[in-house]
């Protein structure tokens, strides 16, 4: 994917790009988080929705979608007549023939991620350099690693 030009506030770098949410628009609708920090291997936006929206019904034909509520309250209605409120933290995972809908059920703007893909989960992949162990570990000089619990 070729850099774009229509958000000069993401910083990238060799392999990575960083952004803030306001980098990649303002008012209500779509963030393009996957064109703004070049992400290629699967789809994600961020929707910003305003009290008393909607969004029309939808479903997909191949994708899988993964729901994330960064601000707000939302509540998803699906084709089945069931409603679920979602509030700051709430997840939810739709399948792509499912009919779906969303609206804030807030007073102020609602935020959510959707990242969506198909094909599969590839597994775990990841990976420490050499010489490094720990993939997670305190940088406060306490004396546990963070995967410990007390």
């Known amino acids: 994917m070729e850099a774009s030009t229509d958000y000069p506030g993401v ?3 060799e392999g990575y790009a960083v952004a803030h949410l306001d980098d990649l628009g303002d008012g209500p609708g779509f963030r393009k988080i996957r064109k703004g920090l070049e992400v290629t291997a699967f ?3 961020a929707i910003v929705l305003p009290p008393g929206i909607e969004t029309g019904f939808h479903y997909h034909d191949l994708q899988e979608e993964l729901y994330f509520v960064h601000r707000g309250t939302i509540e998803m209605e699906f084709g089945d007549g069931s409603v679920e409120r979602l509030q700051e933290g709430g997840l939810a995972r739709v399948d792509a023939a499912t009919v779906r809908k969303i609206r804030n059920a807030g007073e102020g703007d609602a935020i959510y991620l959707c990242a969506g893909g198909s094909d599969g989960y590839i ?5 420490v350099r ?3 162990e720990q ?5 406060d000089g306490g004396d546990r690693d963070a995967g410990e619990r007390g």
């Open 135 to 139: 993939r997670v570990h305190r940088t």
């Open 11 to 13: 910083r990238r770098g």
């Open 130 to 132: 050499p010489g490094e």
């Open 43 to 45: 789809g994600v936006n």
């Open 123 to 127: 597994g775990r992949d990841g990976r």
